[in-house]
């Protein structure tokens, strides 16, 4: 009689890729507060290279984040 396998993963395997979704999801989160802090922060000022370094910093903190948190652990 053939048994039929089971699809789950190993708990080491879950928690590790609930770790890189948090990893992620807390990239996103901070690049996207450094980039709403550059736009209110600098708003209105004459230093606009300042203001668009800082926003660039976000998005560079955001994009490895958006890679990491894009597979959501629940799914799989």
């Known amino acids: 009689m053939v ?4 699809l789950e993963t190993s708990v080491k395997g879950r928690s590790w890729s609930w770790l890189l979704y948090g990893l ?6 901070t690049g996207l ?3 709403l802090v550059a736009a209110t922060a600098f708003f209105g000022t004459p230093s606009t290279a300042a203001m ?5 910093t ?3 903190i955001f994009v490895p984040g958006w890679l990491l948190a894009r597979r959501d652990p629940r799914k799989t």
């Open 58 to 60: 976000g998005v560079l």
């Open 33 to 35: 507060v450094v980039t």
């Open 52 to 56: 668009l370094r800082m926003m660039l």
């Open 3 to 6: 048994r039929p396998r089971r």
């Open 24 to 29: 992620g999801r807390l990239l996103q989160v």
